[in-house]
């Protein structure tokens, strides 16, 4: 049995560096297509309604780990050779686009009418009402769900591993084959797990607390 040493905290710390790249990349590309899709859901079209809400039933409900295993294998068969760290990074933000979607499309739409009757009234384009009223609004409010999602996107990376992708809990599994320590180990991986999540835990909580003090 070998021991827990340097060597093996310097490949966590690589694993984690992915992790939180993978997190970011995901979040910043999720929450730009998230942010079309939740326009889509409010638009006057009813067919591009109905598109953006198949999008999101799509990947609200099916497994991640089905789709990234579908991306990853799906495309291979179609030969196209993409690395693995292309296909998660696509998985990814392709589901936290869908949540994100449907949470800012919620607050969007539990803003009072008045304030789009008002913009109409001062004749503002939809541009305009949406980058200057509406949005701003809406994205204020749904910061404590958006916050919270953050932290399910982060330990979800976790799936990752099932097409290779070596995260921080992929290498927790590989530094445990190595030393056979798995309590050590994954107890290492669970801390710093908790160390980046709890913090975005608090904040989120605090958030949802304000805000509840200012419509009280």
């Given at each position: 049995?070998?021991?827990?040493?340097?060597?093996?905290?310097?490949?966590?710390l690589q694993g984690l560096k992915w992790?939180?790249?993978l997190t970011i990349i995901s979040f910043i590309g999720?929450?730009?297509?998230?942010?079309?899709?939740?326009?889509?859901?409010?638009?006057?079209?009813?067919?591009?309604?109905?598109l953006a809400a198949a999008y999101i039933?799509?990947?609200?409900?099916?497994?991640?780990?089905?789709?990234?295993?579908?991306?990853?294998?799906?495309?291979?068969?179609?030969?196209?050779?993409?690395?693995?760290?292309?296909?998660?990074?696509f998985?990814?933000?392709?589901?936290?686009?869908?949540?994100?979607?449907?949470?800012?499309r919620g607050t969007i739409q539990s803003l009072p009418r008045g304030q789009t009757e008002a913009s109409n009234a001062l004749s503002l384009g939809y541009v305009s009402r949406m980058r200057d009223i509406i949005l701003p609004q809406a994205l204020k409010i749904s910061l404590p769900a958006t916050i919270g999602f953050a932290v399910q996107l982060t330990k979800g990376t976790s799936l990752a591993a099932i097409v290779g992708f070596?995260?921080?809990?992929r290498a927790g599994q590989i530094v445990s084959n190595l030393i056979f320590q798995p309590l050590l180990v994954f107890g290492i991986v669970g801390i710093i797990y908790f160390v980046i999540c709890w913090p975005m835990s608090i904040w989120g909580t605090r958030m949802e607390r304000r805000m509840s003090q200012n419509h009280a």
């Open positions: 049995m070998d021991a827990f040493g340097l060597p093996e905290i310097f490949f966590l992790t939180v790249l999720g929450g730009v297509i998230g942010l079309l899709i939740a326009l889509a859901r409010v638009s006057s079209s009813s067919v591009i309604q109905r039933a799509l990947f609200q409900g099916t497994p991640l780990l089905m789709q990234l295993f579908i991306i990853y294998y799906g495309l291979a068969l179609l030969q196209f050779n993409v690395d693995a760290w292309i296909a998660v990074s998985a990814y933000t392709a589901h936290a686009s869908a949540f994100l979607g449907d949470i800012w070596i995260e921080l809990a």
